[in-house]
T-cell receptor, first 111, second 110 residues
């Protein structure tokens, strides 16, 4: 069964550093998403991406964040200058229509 | 008012029990509804979509009441492997974002 994959599984970084989280969506899916989940809190939407552009973003997705589909398979989330409060699980998801399938997540720890 | 609200947990039940989770959502024009389950420190996994007519998948039954903006999930004959957090999820109109509830934790014991 096809699945969304994410790398790395765990990323530790210093405050102020840039990080890039990588995702490979399910191959025939056209919609891609990033969500985050701070420990003990609910899953929160960050951004959706379709046809090589952002289709929707939340208030969390400020100028520190960007997304890119650099080739036909990868979908990346970049955080330019990480803050302590960026520590969370980051989940990538993809969909053909409205049902979204999630990757295993990257645990980001900002020290 | 929170966009998606769920029963506070945790629910602790013995194997074989029937357990029901409830959820309400604030946007009456919401279009799609789902139950996901999430194991500790893992990703949300789709359990089932929820349709207006109600739908069943084995031991799991989901119901939607659009007039009351209410969604439910019934689990019959609980198994140890059902222990997880159950997330009520709504897709608002004209949007792509999924809105998650905080989840209800179920613990099934032998």
């Amino acid at each position: 069964e096809p699945e969304v994959t994410q790398t790395p599984s765990h990323q530790v970084t210093q405050m102020g550093q840039e990080v890039i989280l990588r995702c490979v969506p399910i191959s025939n899916h056209l919609y891609f998403y990033w969500y985050r989940q701070i420990l003990g809190q609910k899953v929160e939407f960050l951004v959706s991406f379709y046809n090589n552009e952002i289709s929707e973003k939340s208030e969390i997705f400020d100028d520190q964040f960007s997304v890119e589909r650099p080739d036909g398979s990868n979908f990346t989330l970049k955080i330019r200058s990480t803050k302590l409060e960026d520590s969370a699980m980051y989940f990538c998801a993809s969909s053909e229509e409205d049902t979204q399938y999630f990757g295993p997540g990257t645990r980001l720890t900002v020290l | 008012r929170k966009e998606v609200e769920q029963d506070p947990g945790p629910f602790n039940v013995p194997e074989g029990a029937t357990v029901a989770f409830n959820c309400t959502y604030s946007n009456s024009a919401s279009q799609s509804f789902f139950w996901y389950r999430q194991d500790c420190r893992k990703e949300p996994k789709l359990l089932m979509s929820v349709y207006s007519s109600g739908n069943e998948d084995g031991r799991f039954t989901a119901q939607l009441n659009r007039a009351s903006q209410y969604i439910s999930l019934l689990i019959r004959d609980s198994k140890l492997s059902d222990s997880a957090t159950y997330l009520c999820v709504v897709n608002p109109p004209a949007g792509t974002a999924l809105i998650f509830g905080k989840g209800t934790t179920l613990s099934v014991s032998s």
